[in-house]
């Protein structure tokens, strides 16, 4: 795919589109300063991500995102109460055992639900949509219980879903990923930071 045909395809792309990729946007950028509402910009975007992939046969994802929608309103409730003195969100570490157990549980699921799109839909991508499913949901539950480690699965997921979205001519999509690949980068930086002054102060 040449830069010019990227570039049309990005400018031709939906508002819902273009709407969804701004809220996400919005939403990673708050989530990294631990912003209480990035919940709403949150709901925003899955909300109308369920409709984009449901539309270009990304089933797995479109079943994510109407799980977000409920797990949006679980987070915001997470984080509204757990809160330290200085009304900042507190960061849970992750225990390697637990990390481990949460690898094993995205492989195991990624093939089981890969295999499902695979064999009895037309989905796209079966088996690596079946992985961006599954791991984001898992990252996304680390996310509402504060894990330290969640952007570390959000990391590979941005990474293969990039891959996917510009496969099938998702260019806003596509570009958001990309930037949140690059936010993730930043959130774990920036969440560690924080998690080591949390604890030096207790």
């Known amino acids: 795919m040449s830069v010019n045909e990227f570039i049309i395809g990005f400018l031709g792309a939906s508002a819902i589109e273009m709407l969804a990729s701004i809220s996400g946007f919005i939403c990673v950028f708050l989530l990294i300063r631990r912003n209480i509402w990035n919940w709403f910009f949150g709901l925003l975007q ?5 409709w984009i ?6 089933y797995s994802d479109a079943l994510l995102h109407v799980v977000y929608i409920g797990l949006q309103f679980y987070g915001w409730w997470n984080w509204y ?21 949460i690898l094993l549980t995205s492989f195991i699921s990624t093939l089981i639900l890969g295999y499902i799109m695979n064999n009895y839909t037309d989905a796209s991508f079966a088996y690596a949509d079946a992985f961006t499913t599954c791991t984001s949901l ?6 509402t219980r504060r894990h330290l480690l969640n952007w570390l699965l959000w990391i590979v997921v941005d990474i293969v879903a ?3 979205y510009l496969q099938k001519g998702l260019f806003p999509t596509t570009v958001l990923y ?7 980068i930043i959130g774990q930086y920036s969440w560690w930071r924080e998690y080591q002054q949390q604890n030096s102060k207790a």
């Open 178 to 184: 990309a930037t949140f690949l690059i936010m993730a």
């Open 46 to 50: 899955v909300t109308l991500f369920v």
């Open 138 to 143: 898992l990252a996304q539950w680390l996310l």
């Open 81 to 101: 109460h757990h809160k330290n003195h200085q009304n900042s969100v507190v960061i849970e570490w992750t225990p390697l055992p637990f990390f481990s157990k």
């Open 162 to 164: 990039i891959i996917i």
């Open 53 to 58: 992939f449901y539309q270009y046969k990304l």
